[in-house]
């Protein structure tokens, strides 16, 4: 069945759909040997689709993976520095997936990867809002004030945070631990926000996305999600 050029590069997870139209708009993507046009549609089963000189193969099984990242490991497809991927971790997995968003290298916990261009843009885009929770540990004791700033938003250097929800919070000699849920996904979020009320981030683990939860897959474990969750993920966003 022919469908939308744009579907089916996002559907083979090379980009999202957003931007399989721009390079379509760029002339980067040929069918049948000319350049094709927006609205343009394929049957990759009779047609030919290049996109950036690499042939578009019919769409492979769509995949969603949750893995429990742990630490020292890179969310994304390639490291210079050599580091291990996310993507060894599900190497056993036959589509070739990407990760939804990032963890940052010290950070363990809930993470994505699928080979679904539309998805992974569904919940990694802001407009979205998609929440997400963690378990924090910092150093020193949360207060209620630092709490309520939390809470009504921090400003960082690149603007106001997005209100955000704390919860279970337990004061320690030295340290705390509590939960924090966000609605927006800026580079190393949670760490800066600690950091400008003092609370130096120890620990930072993600436990839940939408209605996702980690609960008790063990860390570099992963499992896929099965037809309701990603039909659910689809319909919430």
Same mark, same amino acid.
């Given at each position: 069945?022919?469908e939308?050029?744009?579907?089916?590069?996002?559907?083979?997870g &090379?980009? /999202?759909?957003? #931007?399989?139209?721009? !390079?379509?708009?760029?002339?980067?993507?040929?069918? *049948?040997?000319?350049p094709a #046009?927006?609205g343009?549609?394929?049957?990759? /089963? @009779?047609?030919?689709?290049?996109v950036?000189? %690499?042939?578009?193969?019919?769409?492979e099984e769509q995949?969603?993976?949750?893995?429990?990242? +742990?630490?020292?490991? @890179?969310?994304?497809?390639?490291?210079? %520095?050599?580091?291990? $991927?996310?993507?060894?971790?599900?190497?056993?997995?036959? #589509?070739r &997936?990407?990760?939804?968003?990032? &963890?940052?290298?010290?950070?363990?916990?809930?993470? &994505?990867?699928?080979?679904?261009?539309?998805?992974?843009?569904?919940l990694?885009?802001?407009?979205?809002?998609?929440?997400k =929770?963690?378990l924090?540990?910092?150093?020193?004791?949360?207060?209620?004030?630092?709490?309520?700033q939390?809470?009504?938003?921090?400003?960082?250097?690149?603007?106001?945070?997005? +209100?955000?929800?704390v919860?279970?919070?337990?004061?320690r000699a030295? /340290? /705390? !631990?509590?939960?924090? =849920?966000?609605?927006?996904?800026r *580079?190393? %979020?949670?760490?800066?926000?600690?950091?400008?009320?003092?609370? +130096?981030?120890v620990?930072?683990?993600?436990?839940?996305?939408?209605?996702?939860e980690?609960? *008790?897959l063990?860390?570099g #474990?992963?499992? $896929?999600? =099965?037809?309701a969750?990603?039909?659910?993920?689809k319909?919430?966003?």
């Amino acid at each position: 069945m022919a469908e939308r050029i744009q579907k089916l590069i996002a559907r083979a997870g &090379l980009a /999202s759909r957003r #931007q399989a139209e721009d !390079w379509i708009a760029a002339g980067k993507v040929l069918l *049948n040997d000319r350049p094709a #046009q927006l609205g343009d549609r394929a049957d990759l /089963s @009779v047609d030919r689709v290049i996109v950036n000189g %690499q042939q578009l193969a019919a769409a492979e099984e769509q995949v969603v993976v949750m893995l429990n990242k +742990p630490r020292g490991c @890179v969310a994304t497809l390639k490291d210079p %520095q050599g580091r291990r $991927l996310v993507t060894d971790l599900v190497a056993d997995i036959p #589509q070739r &997936l990407f990760p939804v968003g990032r &963890l940052d290298y010290n950070t363990e916990g809930l993470l &994505l990867l699928t080979n679904d261009g539309d998805l992974a843009l569904r919940l990694s885009h802001p407009r979205h809002h998609v929440e997400k =929770t963690y378990l924090v540990k910092v150093r020193g004791a949360l207060s209620e004030k630092v709490k309520a700033q939390l809470e009504k938003g921090i400003r960082l250097d690149d603007g106001l945070t997005l +209100p955000a929800k704390v919860g279970n919070v337990r004061n320690r000699a030295t /340290s /705390s !631990w509590f939960e924090l =849920t966000l609605r927006e996904g800026r *580079n190393r %979020q949670v760490r800066r926000m600690c950091d400008a009320v003092n609370l +130096p981030v120890v620990r930072l683990k993600r436990i839940r996305i939408d209605f996702l939860e980690l609960r *008790n897959l063990p860390t570099g #474990q992963y499992r $896929l999600l =099965t037809d309701a969750e990603i039909k659910r993920l689809k319909s919430d966003q």
